[in-house]
């Protein structure tokens, strides 16, 4: 078992930068594979990106590439979604997910989630 808790969400113009942060209790964070996903207002939760239990292996949805960076810290059972050159489109609730085995893209297959925090891009 592990809970999650979102912060540093907010409002941000367009170009401009924030930085995630999860951090975790419970069960010993490092066996856990973890994700962003995050989800518009009336669309499906969708992933953005992943990082193995080392923190070795990562993984972003296309539309992020190049702009958003997932890292961990298992010192302090943390993961961050830095997330640089921020688009409108970006908008939605930033939502992390952890899961015992390795990463994956699909939402259905984590078996842990936080509340979410809000990113607000505006143009």
């Known amino acids: 078992q592990v809970q999650l808790v979102e912060s540093g969400g907010g409002l941000v113009q367009a170009g401009g930068s924030l930085r995630l942060s999860c951090a975790a209790s419970?069960?010993?964070?490092?066996?856990?594979?973890m994700a962003w996903f995050r989800q518009a207002p009336g669309k499906e939760r969708v992933f953005v990106a992943a990082?193995?239990?080392?923190?070795?292996?990562?993984y972003q949805t296309d539309s992020v590439k190049g702009r958003f960076t997932i890292s961990r810290d298992n010192t302090k059972n943390t993961v961050y979604l830095q997330m640089n050159s921020l688009k409108p489109e970006d908008t939605a609730v930033y939502y992390c997910?952890?899961?015992?085995?390795?990463?994956?893209?699909?939402?259905?297959?984590?078996?842990?989630w936080g509340q979410g925090t809000q990113v607000t891009v505006s143009s």
């Open positions: 990082i193995s239990r080392s923190g070795g292996s990562t």
């Open positions: 997910a952890a899961r015992l085995t390795s990463g994956s893209s699909r939402t259905y297959e984590y078996d842990y």
């Open positions: 419970g069960r010993a964070f490092s066996v856990y594979s």
